[in-house]
């Protein structure tokens, strides 16, 4: 059974960088069979697609954050990390990974339980 | 960006009544819509794929239909646990989630 596990600062200073990775258990992101992304969740709020990266290492990025994210892997280690630069407040809320059912950017079948990140001095 | 528009935002219902949640694009997405269901506290879950498909494990009391701009999300006869909140998801370009339905105990 796949297992997906968010890890990293839980508290970030304003205009700083976010940095999370995630663990992949029960699976290999070398996998061509999927690609891997990040999504986010403001507190109380609705869902919003941050990026996603292929087995080969292509990234796709939301065209809103585009210039302050990069996603990358690590196959040796199984895991994907998440970089998010210059925050603000606007930034903060609940960030998951997951994996997306096919080698694109199709929907999510497995998530992370997320890491809830708060962006304030 | 394709935006996606939910309605209800809220849905008061009892125990064994159906839902119709509905879900609006944009633009055409062809057949290229997720329905998911995230609980207080919990990540998303995959329900229904390609407008149609249920996601493994999924029961047969959540349907999805629809086609181009018009999605619905159809849950048969609510058990307690289907109250939670509900997101529909496009990946016709790129990928984008409407602002979701609360399914409520009314």
Partial sequence: QLHLQESGPRLVKPSETLSLTCAVFGGSINSTSNYWGWIRQPPGKGLEWIGTLSSRGR???SSSLKGRVT???DTSKNYFSLNLNSVTAADSGVYYCARHSLPDTSELDYWGQGAL???SS | EILLT????TLSLSPGERATLSCRASQSV???LAWYQQKPGQAPRLLIYDATKRATGIPARFSGSGSGTEFTLTI???EPEDFAVYYCQQRSHWLTFGGG???EIK
């Fill in chain 2, 76 to 78: 048969n006869g609510l």
């Fill in chain 1, 71 to 73: 996603i990358s892997f």
């Fill in chain 2, 101 to 103: 339905t609360k399914v």
């Fill in chain 2, 30 to 32: 062809a057949f290229y």
């Fill in chain 1, 117 to 119: 990140v708060t962006v």
């Fill in chain 2, 6 to 9: 939910q309605s209800p935002a």
């Fill in chain 1, 59 to 61: 990234t796709y990025y």
